[in-house]
């Protein structure tokens, strides 16, 4: 089956300690993208990335990292230096000659404690 | 600053009668419009776009209206059933942004048999 896979779905971290979210796809898609959402809100864009070894910060990029190192793989850094990362993040995937869709995997529910 | 809003937080509509969802955008680089339907802790799951040089695209009982000119789409659902009960979130993307998408805060349908 193809798809887009995040693990774990559910994550709990003290406050002060980086956690890297994962994010996997099969789809042979080239962009990738995460987004948070928090309650009552939209998806707010974190980082992108439309190539290996290339990305962009979103609109919120602050205490977040990201690494593009396998056309398959995005993984999500949530840093120390993020002052409110409790949320929701999903990640997303797009291949570039078809259309815009983008799709998206389950989500990761993060908590910090 | 919120560049894709949905004014409606919520909507409630009898089965078998017609949703109307609506949008309105400030971005005039945004060149392609996508709704996704959405259910809580899980991925947006899409369900229909439209590019900015069409005016209408439909898919089964999924229509989606575009008028450039007042920066506003909406989402027609017809006939409306139970299971199309959830939050549908709005999202626009231009190039010049990897086709990041802009995504609204959501609008809550309950459609009551």
């Known amino acids: 089956d193809g798809g887009i896979t995040q693990s774990p779905k559910y994550l709990f971290r003290k406050e002060g300690q980086n956690v890297t979210l994962s994010c996997e796809q099969n789809l042979n898609h080239d962009a990738m993208y995460w987004y948070r959402q928090d309650p009552g809100q939209g998806l707010r864009l974190i980082y992108y990335?439309?190539?290996?070894?290339?990305?962009q910060k979103g609109d919120i990029a602050e205490g977040y990292s990201v690494s593009r190192e396998k056309k398959e793989s995005f993984p999500l850094t949530v840093t120390s230096a993020q002052k409110n990362p409790t949320a929701f993040y999903l990640c997303a995937s797009r291949k570039n000659d078809r259309g815009n869709e983008q799709f998206f995997g389950p989500g990761t529910r993060l908590t910090v404690l | 600053d919120q560049q894709v809003k949905q004014n409606s937080p919520s909507l409630s509509v009898q089965e078998g009668r017609i949703s109307i969802l609506n949008c309105d955008y400030t971005n005039s680089m945004f060149d392609y419009f996508l709704w996704y339907k959405k259910y809580p802790a899980e991925g947006p799951t899409f369900l229909i776009s439209i590019s900015s040089i069409k005016d209408k695209n439909e898919d089964g009982r999924f229509t989606v209206f575009l008028n450039k000119s007042a920066k506003h789409l909406s989402l027609h659902i017809v006939p409306s059933q139970p299971g199309d009960s959830a939050v549908y979130f709005c999202a626009a993307s231009g190039s010049n942004s990897g086709y990041a998408l802009n995504f609204g805060k959501g609008t809550s349908l309950l459609v009551t048999p």
């Open positions: 990335s439309q190539i290996v070894n290339d990305f």
